[in-house]
T-cell receptor
Framework: DTGVSQNPRHKITKRGQNVTFRCDPI?????LYWYRQTLGQGPEFLTY????????KSRLLSDRFSAERPKGSFSTLEIQRTEQGDSAMYLC???????????FGPGTRLTVL | EDQVTQSPEALRLQEGESSSLNCSYT??????LFWYRQDPGKGPEFLFT???AGEEKEKERLKATLTKKESFLHITAPKPEDSATYLC????????????FGKGTRLHILP
């Protein structure tokens, strides 16, 4: 059990550029979650996958955001036309069935200049 | 609407000075309440899951308790390495998706 991994750990980009983050969940965890965390706040839910199916998206996830989980393994989160307000820590978590405790990765810190 | 409120926002304690962190919640049927520890720049680290009122769980110097409206994280004789932000989160029954987090309590243990 190597835990949830996320890449890159840090990303600095200019406003208007596209960025993509990757999450590798704990093996055999069929649920995968994306959260966003800003300074002084708790993580906020963005979206959730069960296997390859994206089952819910928060209203925080604007049209510029898209997430995929091909083949039910790793997941990617893409942000198009980044804005300064997108600067945050993006966290990925996974959970096994039937227990729903979510185990988090180290996060990707995004800074939009 | 499901909601989690944590208090205090920040807490400074001397090493060895025991205290408790509070998590008040409103949820449409509790499936589980979670405590996480988060160090600066890192992802949340799972500590405990509590499922029903009256349940208690312990790990080293930490003990988590649950009532129908709130949870407490008791820290006994803390050490400087216990300094971190402690996050509380809830999941509603029949919801396999999001968990709702509080803003956390920033704990600082002075040597």
């Amino acid at each position: 059990d190597t835990g949830v991994s996320q890449n890159p750990r840090h990303k600095i980009t200019k406003r208007g550029q596209n960025v993509t983050f990757r999450c590798d969940p704990i093996s055999e965890h069929n649920r995968l979650y994306w959260y966003r965390q800003t300074l002084g706040q708790g993580p906020e839910f963005l979206t959730y996958f069960q296997n390859e199916a994206q089952l819910e998206k928060s209203r925080l996830l604007s049209d510029r955001f898209s997430a995929e989980r091909p083949k039910g393994s790793f997941s990617t989160l893409e942000i198009q036309r980044t804005e300064q307000g997108d600067s945050a820590m993006y966290l990925c978590a996974s959970s096994p069935r039937p227990v729903n405790t979510q185990y988090f990765g180290p996060g990707t810190r995004l800074t939009v200049l | 609407e499901d909601q989690v409120t944590q208090s205090p926002e920040a807490l400074r304690l001397q090493e060895g000075e025991s205290s408790s962190l509070n998590c008040s919640y409103t949820v449409s049927g509790l499936r589980g309440l979670f405590w996480y520890r988060q160090d600066p720049g890192k992802g949340p680290e799972f500590l405990f899951t509590l499922y029903s009122a009256g349940e208690e769980k312990e790990k080293e110097r930490l003990k988590a308790t649950l009532t129908k409206k709130e949870s407490f994280l008791h820290i006994t004789a803390p050490k400087p390495e216990d300094s971190a932000t402690y996050l509380c989160a809830v999941q509603a029954r029949n919801r396999d998706d999001k968990i709702i987090f509080g803003k956390g309590t920033r704990l600082h243990i002075l040597p």
